[in-house]
């Protein structure tokens, strides 16, 4: 029981450092509340929910991993190395794979309501 609560401690530890060190999850933790919030306000669907929290996780543990990838990197080699770049580019790409496949779902849940919202009004 002590190692799984140490692992916990560690997993927690690495979503704070990835918080609390990396801007742009920071960015995308406040796209990630907008979008809670917009979800409560036009009461998505059950299905919905799970596709947005799919996504969000989706863009939240790529960050992570693109942030693990550059730390490792920087730490095996600070000098510039064309190999290195390669697979920080990869998770850089993941990245942002991610974000844009979060923006589509987003788009077909919340740009009707919005649409209706506004034309309805």
């Known amino acids: 029981m002590k190692r799984l609560m140490r692992s916990f401690g560690y997993a927690f530890n690495g979503i704070g ?3 609390g060190r990396e801007p742009n999850a920071r960015i995308h933790m406040a796209a990630m509340c907008c979008t809670v ?3 409560f306000v036009f009461g998505i669907s059950a299905s919905e929910w799970i596709a947005v929290a799919l996504a969000c ?3 939240l543990t790529t960050e ?7 730390a490792l990197s920087d730490a095996v080699s600070p000098e510039r190395n064309p190999g290195i770049k ?5 998770a850089a790409g993941a990245v942002l794979l991610a974000a844009v496949s979060a923006a589509v779902v987003g788009c077909i849940v919340f740009v009707p309501r919005i649409t209706a919202y506004i034309y309805n009004v």
């Open 17 to 19: 450092l990835l918080i």
């Open 37 to 39: 919030v917009g979800g």
């Open 57 to 59: 996780g989706g863009v």
């Open 64 to 70: 992570a991993v693109n942030s693990a990838v550059e």
């Open 86 to 90: 390669v697979a920080k580019d990869l």
